[in-house]
């Protein structure tokens, strides 16, 4: 099993798969181009099982690491590997590529191999960023995955497409030149070495320390997105297609926060409890301020990207709370918001397939049509405001806890999410779903088909059995986690 | 796994299982396989309960873990059991009420196209709070209580055509989640401060407990834990001033209101702080605290029951006061009277509301009083049964309640901590009230001139809210000349089977679970509180303390209080109306009930919104996005602008900006040196 270079699997299976998809060319093959996505899409997923399976839990050490020279010049390795940290999300990351896969499966129908491609090949570029022990290797996989997003947002897009995919894309751009500077720095500071590892033990005196967090907090926070970058996300998201947002919800988003916890905490450890105030502050006001902004939302999209940011804030202060309990609540709770937030854009999309609207008004007694998808998107809305035995409840639970633990009123500030969240969560769902039929487009509904039914049954069960059972999933990241804690408590300076 | 074991699992099981069969198969097997699988269910569930108590009466506890949930930060979160006389009390008391409420079901809902999905729910409700009261750890508990108030949120929205009921239901969680917010930093400090969850463990560090102050505030610690838990039980048991949804969410089906906004349910929020007696002992602030908002909720929610002419409305305002007086009880540390009172209650309030549930069959779903009257005539099975829940609840001697509710208030009397005085003011008082607006409704339901069948004359009463009106689509009503039935038989063998123990309970258990053994080592009182100590002294046997109480002040309050409504429904209605007249002020604070619902509409729905508005559009769409990020932008496209100017393609421009910078460049670099 060693031997098998499970990563660049888990890379290249869906690039290559993408470019072969694109190969099938126009839109007369489209069936074929579905076909052969959704394969690509499976075996990308299969191959990173092992990773799970075969994972060791006892250590905190890189695992599956491959390594090889790619610009001896430089010193630049072709360097992977994941550890408690980064495995999860290598899995999630492949496992919703086969939902938007499907989630696309009917309602594109132009372009439809380019489109299918275009996530296709995301997919591997952002399993490259979590598996990329390189400084270059990360930073061009960071750089490339904009790309494909940048293109399903501007052409497959809604009417403002162009505006919101050249603010999405702008914004993260300013970010991560700044990182790239960052890397540069250390590149020459370690003498001569990309590799992040080397980077972790590289001493480091507080100044610099300071400006190297403040290079990756840009670049990071704008990709979380943290208060007050955040601006470009719900544009993006209401302009993107269903899958768009899907993949932006559930994985992208998590590149900004795994990138904390890969290049800011462990290489300048210093300044991350020095600036730890900022972060929380940010992350409570992202919580809070963000909270009351989505309850007011017209538009069902832009509500479930405010909340996703909302959401994030838990991550970024679970991480900056530098307790074990809030480290994993906030990894914990990417995972879950992968599920959570993907599955309530696909029940957007859902309705939006249907009557070609996301505002809240033009629904209204959706359960009298729809009773299936209605008790789906009542999953997933109380999942979304964190109700125990879904998986919604188990990151924020852990973080609530953590923060007490850190300071009491950090902890007070985030549990006001627990009445915000069931707030715009749950009243949104009472003027979709409940009600009265409002209009002839909602006495016309058909409920779900059965490829809607199976993926967000699929969806479903995992946000079910992640509330059940987290066991499985802590379990991963006890030792990379405890490791990355004690790693960060001892000094560098 | 021990035989023991798998029978504790087998108990919420059971229902779970019957819930997901009836749910997810309920097209399949059809409206009788729905109840016949639920009530199966929860029939094996109390079947095992009692097989328990005997068990645990012959001296067998358990405290353990069924599996591991997670492990994390040096906390072990895990599924467990702790059985014990409490928790097999709330057992029994659960899935009875839910055995009953299952049966009753059958013919409440008969015509109701959500009958499966019904059933499904109630069974997910048994299971959920059985998972609440059987747990051995806070997160569990928080668990269950998360999962019975999502069912409550499912069943008080199940007719989701109605706008109030779907107000009603947001309002509910919403309204819980505030109290949830509270008990989640409670179980947050315990676990930062115990670095466990687990009742024992945390129990067994609780002198510790209480010697810490918190860091940052300075509080000391244990109050702060104490209140921050006790605000969840304000939540889920709707005390002053949590208590808006309970009114409210009696928009869904009655037999819910039964099980879990009368009986279960509601009396989570006293089972937890009666197990937490340990942490709440060790608090005398908390204790006053929680003295205090049950005492004003015992009274001033019994005030608010005199006014409403809605039969479900009536006897919820007398649930929230009934759990007022629980609340009191655990203020003064006598929470075996507490839990003894939940009791109590939960049989002949699960009675009073499936007998409500019977006269609204009867009447053909009106639920106003007005239009009630001389019912006992036609439903003899439901006016007798509900005399009999009405006696129990204003505590009238050798009934149930009286049991129950005469132990709180000599307990309150002999309390000596902070509140105590203003508590024995409102308890005193408030049996009056409760007898009163007690047979207030049963005069006006059972008694007197029919009023019914008279094409809805009633309509334009004055006062009148909209909100208290039930919604017209579903407001049917006697035709005129048509009379009211008695219920079928699966209506009202539950009622039978309820009064039994309505009337009967109390004075079989008053000596074992007051002043005998039954909950030794599970309630912990400290040594500086009076607790229950006072009354066991002059404890001589149910009997006498039946004979004694017809010579106290409670027993005459309620008379006085039964006589007076006798007087002004039955012989001078004329006065009500005068009253009302005279004292109209009074009666408008009633009306509105004291505003709380106005206020939490404008202040916390309202605010809430206006913030978010204004976060929004001044903070991000004005600040972030008009001024950082599109000015920059703007700032971007003037700086290209500018420099465009210079680049204007006429070469004499270029040239004479090229003299001048030699110029500039030779001054200067002459000058140098």
Redesign the interface.
């Known amino acids: 099993m060693t031997d098998i270079p499970l990563l660049s699997l888990a890379i290249w299976v869906p690039i290559l798969g993408g470019l072969l998809v694109l190969a099938t060319g126009s839109d007369r093959n489209a069936p074929l181009a579905r076909m052969l996505a959704l394969a690509v899409a499976v075996v990308g997923f299969v191959v990173t099982i092992p990773l799970y399976t075969g994972f060791d839990t006892t250590t905190s050490a890189m695992q599956f690491v491959e390594l090889s020279s790619w610009v001896p010049r430089f010193n630049i390795n072709y360097h992977l590997g994941v550890d408690g940290i980064s495995v999860l999300f290598v899995i999630l990351n492949a496992f919703i590529t086969i939902m938007v896969v499907m989630a696309g499966w009917k309602v594109i129908e132009d372009r439809v191999a380019q489109y299918m491609a275009a996530f296709l090949i995301m997919s591997g570029l952002m399993n490259g960023i979590f598996s990329a022990l390189d400084g270059v290797l990360f930073y061009v996989f960071f750089e490339a995955s904009l790309i494909p997003l940048y293109l399903i947002i501007g052409v497959w897009g809604g009417p403002n497409r162009v505006y919101a995919a050249i603010k999405f894309f702008l914004y993260t751009l300013l970010g991560s030149l700044l990182m790239l500077i960052a890397l540069l720095y250390l590149f020459m500071q370690s003498g001569g070495s990309f590799s992040i590892l080397d980077w972790h033990q590289l001493p480091l005196q507080m100044e610099p320390q300071i400006l190297i967090f403040l290079a990756f907090l840009i670049a990071f926070g704008v990709k979380v997105p943290m208060w007050p970058v955040h601006t470009w996300l719900p544009d993006a998201h209401v302009e993107a297609p269903t899958g768009g947002s899907v993949v932006l919800a559930a994985i992208a988003l998590k590149l900004g926060a795994y990138g904390f916890l890969r290049f800011s905490l462990p290489i300048v450890p210093d300044a991350s409890q020095e600036l730890a105030w900022l972060i929380i502050t940010l992350s409570l006001i992202a919580v809070v301020y963000i909270g009351f902004v989505a309850l007011v939302q017209a538009d069902m999209k832009k509500l479930v990207a405010y909340s996703s940011i909302s959401h994030m804030g838990f991550v970024t202060l679970g991480f900056f709370i530098f307790n074990p309990m809030g480290v994993e609540g906030a990894l914990v709770q990417m995972i879950s918001h992968g599920f959570v937030s993907g599955a309530m854009f696909l029940c957007i999309g859902v309705l939006y397939d249907r009557v070609h609207s996301r505002q809240i008004a033009d629904y209204g007694g959706v359960v009298h049509t729809m009773p299936k998808f209605a008790a789906f998107f009542m999953l997933f809305a109380m999942a979304n405001s964190g109700l125990p035995a879904t998986s919604g409840f188990v990151g924020e639970f852990m973080v609530i806890l953590g923060a007490v633990q850190f300071n009491f009123w950090v902890g007070f500030c985030a549990a006001i999410t627990l009445i915000l969240g069931a707030a715009y969560s749950l009243w949104m769902y009472k003027r979709v779903v409940f009600g009265k039929v409002a209009n002839k487009h909602v006495a016309e509904l058909e409920d779900l088909n059965s490829r809607e039914f199976a993926f967000l049954a699929i969806l479903a069960f995992c946000v079910l059995a992640m509330g059940l059972y987290p066991y499985p999933f802590t379990e991963v990241m006890h030792a990379s986690v405890n490791e990355l804690l004690r790693h960060v408590a001892v000094s560098k300076l | 796994m021990t035989d023991m074991q798998t029978l504790y699992l087998l108990v919420p099981l059971a229902p779970l299982a019957g819930a997901i069969l009836a749910g997810l198969f309920g097209k399949a097997i059809g409206r009788t396989g729905a109840h016949v699988v639920t009530i199966l269910g929860v029939a094996i569930a109390l079947a095992a309960s009692v097989y328990i108590y005997q068990d645990v009466q012959a001296g067998n506890t358990f405290n353990g873990t069924i ?9 072990t979160f895990e599924v467990g059991f702790l059985i014990d006389s409490l928790t097999v009390m709330m057992m029994l008391v659960v899935t009875f009420v839910s055995l009953m409420v299952h049966i009753y079901t059958i013919g409440y809902m008969a015509e109701d196209p959500g009958y499966q999905r019904f059933f499904s729910y109630i069974s997910l409700f048994t299971f959920s709070m059985l998972m609440l009261v059987m747990s051995n750890n806070f ?1 569990q508990l ?2 269950g209580w ?2 019975v108030g ?1 069912v409550s ?1 499912l069943l008080i ?1 199940f007719w ?2 109605r ?1 109030t009921a ?1 107000y009603a239901n ?1 309002k509910a ?2 309204v819980n ?2 109290g ?2 509270g008990f ?2 409670g ?3 315990i ?2 401060y115990t670095g466990s969850l687990n009742y024992a463990e945390v129990f067994a560090q609780a002198d510790s407990l209480a010697s810490q102050e ?4 300075g509080w000391p610690l244990i109050t702060a834990i104490c209140i921050c838990l006790f605000i969840g039980a304000m939540g889920k048991s709707a005390q002053v001033p949590l208590h808006v949804w309970l009114p409210d969410s009696m928009e869904g089906p009655t037999p819910i209101s039964a099980l879990i906004h009368a009986a279960t349910m509601v009396t989570a929020g006293i089972f937890m702080v009666a197990r937490m007696s340990p942490l709440f002992e060790l608090s005398d602030t908390a204790l006053s605290f929680v003295l205090v908002i049950g005492a004003t909720t015992a009274l001033f929610m019994g005030f608010l029951g005199i006014v409403q002419n809605d039969i479900k409305r009536v006897v919820a305002y007398s649930t929230l006061s009934q759990l007022g007086y629980m609340t009191v009880a655990l203020g003064v540390s006598a929470y075996s009277a507490a839990v003894f009172h939940l009791m109590t209650h939960a049989f002949f309030k699960a009675l009073l509301f499936l007998g409500a549930g019977s006269v609204i069959i009867g009447m053909h779903h009106d639920q106003d009083m007005r239009n009630m009257g001389g019912l006992w005539k036609y439903m003899p099975i439901t006016w007798f049964t509900s005399l009999l829940g009405s006696l129990a609840l204003i505590g009238f001697p050798l009934f149930s309640g009286f049991f129950s509710k005469d132990s709180i208030i000599e307990a309150v009397h002999a309390s000596t901590i902070p509140g105590a005085g203003y508590a024995l003011f409102c308890v005193m008082l408030g049996v009056f009230v409760t007898a009163f607006y007690s047979f207030r409704m049963y005069f006006l339901v059972f008694h007197g001139k029919e009023r019914f069948g008279n094409a809805h004359g009633h309509h334009d009463h004055h006062g009148d809210h909209d909100d208290e009106e039930p919604s017209a689509d579903h407001h049917h009503g006697l035709a005129p000349g048509q009379k009211p039935h008695e219920s079928p038989w699966v209506v009202t063998l539950p009622l039978v089977l309820l009064a039994i123990p309505s009337v009967l309970i109390g004075f079989f258990t008053i000596e074992p679970m007051l002043f005998g053994d039954w909950f030794k080592d599970v309630i912990f009182v400290g040594d500086n509180h009076v607790g229950l100590k006072e009354l066991e002294a002059n404890f001589h046997g149910p009997l006498a303390m039946a004979i004694h109480g017809l010579q106290t002040a409670p027993f005459w309050l309620a008379m006085g209080g039964v006589v007076v409504a006798w007087f002004f429904y039955m012989v001078r209605p004329d006065i009500p109306a005068a009253i009302q007249r005279i004292f109209k002020p009074i009666y408008c604070l009633l009306e509105n009930k004291y505003f709380f619902d106005r206020f939490n509409e404008i202040f916390f729905a309202g605010g ?2 206006a ?3 204004g ?2 559009k001044a ?2 769409q004005a600040l ?2 008009g001024v ?2 599109n000015g920059t932008a703007r700032l971007v496209g003037w700086v290209a602008q500018m420099s465009r100017l210079f680049q204007t393609g006429h070469l004499y421009q270029y040239a004479f900006v090229m003299i001048i910078g030699v110029f500039i460049l030779l001054t200067f670099w002459f000058n140098r040196g």
Request: proline share 2%.
């Open positions: 599996y591991t949930w997670m492990v994390a930060g040096g906390l997160m928080f668990f998360e999962a999502l949120y929205g989701y055509d706008p779907i947001l969680f919403l989640r505030v949830d917010f989640l930093l179980i947050g400090l676990a930062a918190m860091a940052v505030t809430a919104r913030l978010g508005k976060l929004w903070g991000d972030i996005d950082a990020v």
